[in-house]
T-cell receptor, first 111, second 113 residues
């Protein structure tokens, strides 16, 4: 069966520090991968999606970037965090146009 | 553009009460519709889905019917339990080779014993 791992579960980082969140999927090949953010008062917002290695599409201009170095690995990064980057980050996967399945999320607090 | 509108919460019910959470959508194409549930501190879990008009998705006693004429996908459950307390998200996806989701803002459900 397919599983998705996301880490860390919680993170407190100072303003201006770098960020790296990692997501890996097991049990499937060539998944589509997604990063969403859930911020207070702003609902769930798609940040990036990827349909293959090295292919990244950005939905919202922001202080973040994403990379997909391997088929089942998706990384969310920032060079310098802002207070507004605080939120709950969710990684998800799907195959083709099928349903998306989510990881457990990372709670990021920028202080 | 695409959007999903859900009723504001929180919805507060007593155990065994009937639940309805309204969801309407606007889409530039013919979307698939989903309900996801989020328990405190956790990620989202797919609750049910429907991919075409008049389809009924169902799971764990929850149901929702894809109504194209009213662009709606209301979530219902005949008898809620305390364990159903969570945030419920309605979402749509336009099938285009991948499944980016557009979410509603979520509705918190609180069920008391």
């Amino acid at each position: 069966s397919q599983t998705i791992h996301q880490w860390p579960a919680t993170l407190v980082q100072p303003v201006g520090s770098p960020l790296s969140l990692e997501c890996t999927v097991e049990g499937t090949s060539n998944p589509n991968l997604y990063w969403y953010r859930q911020a207070a008062g702003r609902g769930l917002q798609l940040l990036f999606y990827s349909v293959g290695i090295g292919q990244i599409s950005s939905e919202v201009p922001q202080n973040l970037s994403a990379s997909r170095p391997q088929d089942r690995q998706f990384i969310l990064s920032s060079k310098k965090l802002l207070l507004s980057d605080s939120g709950f980050y969710l990684c998800a996967w799907s195959v083709g146009t099928g349903s998306s399945f989510f990881g457990q999320g990372t709670r990021l607090t920028v202080v | 553009g695409n959007s999903v509108t859900q009723m504001e919460g929180p919805v507060t019910l007593s155990e065994e009460a009937f639940l309805t959470i309204n969801c309407t959508y606007t889409a530039t194409g013919y979307p698939s519709l989903f309900w996801y549930v989020q328990y405190p501190g956790e990620g989202l879990q797919l609750l049910l889905k429907a991919t075409k008009a008049d389809d009924k998705g169902s799971n764990k006693g929850f149901e929702a019917t894809y109504r194209k004429e009213t662009t709606s996908f209301h979530l219902e459950k005949g008898s809620v339990q305390v364990s159903d307390s969570a945030v419920y998200f309605c979402a749509l996806s336009l099938n285009s080779g991948y499944s980016t989701l557009t979410f509603g803002k979520g509705t918190m459900l609180l069920v008391s014993p």
